[in-house]
Every structure is written in structure tokens, then in C-alpha cells.
């Protein structure tokens, strides 16, 4: 594994998206990394004119394209082994299918998966991931812990629910420890790792918290600085139990709202089924939303209005929402974000469809200002953090052996490929922070 003191480049078809529908790229480009960040980005021939030969590394990993790694802003770390289970919506899905196996996922279990979980994020070229974690304190620490030997940049916390709870904990007992264990997780891990981790207070949604838990995480979250995640308007049932337990709320958002749980460091998974007045509110907090695609399809939750939510001044990221989405690999959820949207266009014909640069913005820039880490990850700018992917674009091709086939790619033909035709077969390298957390064993094996 490269350290972060080494300097080295990179050489490919270099493609980021700075701004909503904008591309940016160089076909024969390089990225010189130092220390961790991007020192220098422009045309191969220029680079390696202004940095000597035997200075510097340049490997050659054949025709390639390079992408600012990919952002996944909501997943589910215990849930992972349990994909494409069920044909239920989300409520009987989650009691049928998944409250079960988060129940399981403390001790050896949590061990032996939490590693895996992240090699995988890796392997599909994801190298930022915000996570819930299982109920127990223990799930979120094991959960932390593979996430810093991963190299993978995380934010994570400890599932919170004090309603229709899978744990042994007795009733009266849950809240208070709830809140005494996310505070300790909070102050072990909050910004350790230099910064590569973070910790996000993660009430389950409002079916399963109640006002004081939710008062509760939200104090904890503001008094530390620290991430808020939660579920909301994901499906229509959830809606109706949300309106009958909080009698008192104008609207779903709205019980998030009373309980100070949108803030500037809040992302709200969903937000399929909200009204105006409550996008209207997510934009004033400046809160952030996780589209989760493919989701929202396996679990038939609904068609996300994405246009709506842009164009209130929201940000917005994707995310893999395993495993209410059958896979980690975020080029499938760009995939299904555009589907998503282009089948809303069958009944809104007025609508424009979602383009792949768009999704691919979505699942970088985008998905880095949702977070709140724009300044550090997300394009290609010399003096970003060097968090990139690497992809064999001959992978991609329908037939391999034609390598005149690359030739006279545009950056949306590469972009529309990586979208519909990628995966982890084709991910050669990751990098965090300009050190290698993952490697294909076809570049492995020729190094
Ligand atoms: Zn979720």
C-alpha cells in the first residue's frame, strides 16, 4: 500500500463535473498527487515535460478513465447480506427482512462482515460513504474500526430507535442509553483519522423514535458538530403511521423540524412523497438529501421528484441505500436515478430527463456539497484531496479486443459507458486521500 508522503502520477482520460450538467475533461490527460492532494491536473505531455522522468512514477495502466471517487450519502452497513430479499414495501420489508439481521449484527458477526463491507466500497470505487450502523454501541466501533483500516472516508452512527426497537434492552431503559452510547461514539470517533471519519447521530426515521429521542440526537449533534441522518417521506404507509403518532405536526418534515433535527449537517434520506411547504423548509435549513434510485425501486416506494428538490436550492446526493437497493456500486444508482426520472417523464412530458453528466455530478460534486466537504473531495482541482478512481475503459467496450474502439470517445460518451456499462469489474484502482485502498488483481498481478 503507497503511503501519503509518496508522489506519484496518474495518466487517463480525465473526467470530473464540476457544476449540474457540466463536464470537464482531458483525453490525454495526468494528475500529479502529493501528499495526499492533487498537486497538479493537465494535458500528459505538458506534465511529464514539467516533472522529470526518474522523479516521479508514472504507471501504465493502459487506457483508462479517471473520476474523482464516487460518494455514496446513504447506505446501511449491518444490512448488506440481506440484498434483494423480500418483494414487501418498506415496513413489512423491514420487519420481515431486516430488523432481523441488524439484530444480528454485533460481536464475531459485525467482525468478519464490517471489513468486507468496506473492501467492497472500495472495490466499486466508492471512497466516501455516509452509514447507519446497528443499534449496539459495539456494531457502530467495529463499524468504525474496519472504516479506518479500509482507508475509506466515512461518516457512520449507531442506529437509534426507541419504538418497536429489535434489541433486548428493556423499554423504559432504551432512550437514555440510546443517547449516552451515540454520545460516546460521537466523542471517540467525530473527526478522528484526520478527518477521514466522522460521526453522524442516525434516529431511524419517526416511525421508530420518539420526540424526546429525537430532541435528544439533536442536542448531542449540535453541541459536538456533528452529522445528523434520518429517513423521510420514503413511502406512503410510513406517511400514515407518521401522521397518526404525531397528531400534532403539520407534515412529516415538520416533526423533524419541532425536534431541531434539520440542520446544516443533516441528510434526509428519501424525501419521495413531501409537499411543497416542507421542501420549502428542507431548503431554508440548508439540510441535504440522499436520493437512493434503486431503493426506491426494489422497495416500490415511489418516482423521487428530483427536479423539484434541485430546483428549491437543495443538495443533493446519491445513495446505495443497501439493502433497500440491491448493490453498493454507484454507477447502478446513477443508472437508476436517470431511469427514475425518465420514466416520470411518460407522465409529465414537459419534464427533461436526467442526463448521465448530471447523475455523474449527482454522484461526486454533488453528493461532496451535501455533505459539507466540497472545499476537500469531489473534482479534479489541484489542492483537493486526491480521492479518485480509476476505470479500464476497454472493460466497458462490448468487444474488448477492439482497442481502436476508445479512440475518439467524448467525455459524455465515456460518462454515459461508466454509467451503464460499469462496475466494480472494471474499477482498476481507488484512492483516498492519495493512497491506494483498493486494486484490481488483473493490475496487481502485472505490477
Ligand atoms: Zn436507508
Known amino acids: 500500500m503507497q503511503s501519503v508522503t509518496s508522489r506519484f502520477a496518474l495518466r487517463g482520460f480525465l473526467i470530473d463535473a464540476p457544476d449540474f450538467g457540466s463536464l470537464r475533461a482531458r483525453p490525454n490527460g495526468a494528475i500529479l498527487i502529493e501528499n495526499g492532494r492533487i498537486a497538479a491536473v493537465g494535458d500528459y505531455d505538458d506534465l511529464r515535460r514539467l516533472h522529470q522522468p526518474n522523479s516521479i512514477q508514472w504507471p501504465d495502466l493502459g487506457p483508462v478513465a ?36 441488524e439484530r444480528e449484527f454485533t460481536g464475531p458477526k459485525a467482525r468478519e462482515e464490517a471489513p468486507r463491507f468496506f473492501h467492497e466500497l472500495a472495490r466499486n470505487g466508492t471512497t466516501t460513504v455516509m452509514a447507519y450502523a446497528a443499534i449496539y454501541e459495539e456494531s457502530c466501533d467495529i463499524g468504525f474500526e474496519a472504516a479506518r483500516r479500509s482507508g475509506v472516508r466515512t461518516i457512520l452512527g449507531k442506529m437509534m430507535m426507541d419504538h418497536g426497537s429489535y434489541g433486548q434492552t428493556q423499554p423504559k431503559k432504551i432512550l437514555s442509553i440510546s443517547l449516552l452510547e451515540s454520545e460516546r461514539l460521537c466523542r471517540k470517533w467525530h473527526k478522528a483519522e484526520n478527518g477521514l471519519l466522522d460521526y453522524a447521530f442516525s434516529p431511524r426515521f419517526a416511525v421508530t423514535c420518539s420526540e424526546k429521542l429525537m430532541r435528544g440526537a439533536a442536542e448531542l449533534a449540535a453541541r459536538f ?37 434539520l440542520t446544516q449537517r443533516t441528510m ?13 423548509a428542507i431548503a431554508a435549513a440548508q439540510s441535504s438529501v440522499a436520493h437512493c434510485p434503486s431503493s426506491n425501486l426494489f422497495l416500490g416506494s415511489g418516482l423521487m421528484k428530483l427536479d423539484q428538490i434541485l430546483k428549491a436550492g437543495i443538495n443533493v446526493g446519491l445513495g ?11 454507477w447502478q444508482v446513477m443508472r437508476a436515478a436517470i431511469e427514475v ?21 449527482l454522484a461526486t460534486r454533488g453528493g461532496a456539497r451535501a455533505l459539507g466537504k466540497n472545499t476537500a473531495i469531489g473534482t479534479l482541482d489541484p489542492g483537493k484531496e486526491a480521492d479518485l478512481i480509476v476505470i479500464d475503459l476497454q472493460a466497458l467496450l462490448p468487444y474488448p479486443q477492439n482497442r481502436n474502439a476508445i479512440v475518439g470517445l467524448t467525455p459524455e460518451d465515456v460518462v454515459a459507458l461508466c454509467i451503464y456499462r460499469s462496475g466494480p469489474h472494471a474499477n482498476l484502482e481507488t484512492y483516498v486521500r492519495g493512497r491506494r485502498i483498493y486494486q484490481a488483481p488483473k493490475v496487481a498481478n502485472r505490477v
Request: aromatic fraction near 8%; include cysteine; hydrophobic fraction near 35%.
Open 66 to 101: 479517471i473520476f474523482p471517487g464516487l460518494i455514496d450519502c446513504h447506505t446501511h452497513l449491518p444490512q448488506y447480506s440481506a440484498v434483494a430479499r423480500g418483494e414487501s414495501e418498506l415496513l413489512p420489508w423491514l420487519r420481515q427482512h431486516i430488523f432481523p439481521v
Open 268 to 280: 434526509l434520506g428519501h424525501c419521495i412523497h413531501l409537499n411543497p411547504r416542507e421542501i420549502a
Open 320 to 330: 446505495s441505500d443497501v439493502a433497500g437497493g440491491p448493490e453498493l456500486d454507484m
Open 341 to 361: 426520472q425518465k420514466a416520470r417523464t411518460a407522465y409529465e412530458p414537459n419534464l427533461r430527463p436526467l442526463r448521465p453528466s448530471e447523475a455523474l455530478y
Open 225 to 261: 458538530g456533528a452529522y445528523i441522518q434520518t429517513h423521510l417521506a420514503e413511502n406512503r404507509e410510513e406517511l400514515e403511521k407518521v401522521r397518526h403518532l404525531h397528531m400534532t405536526a403539520r407534515d412529516y418534515t415538520d416533526v423533524y423540524e419541532k425536534c431541531g433535527l
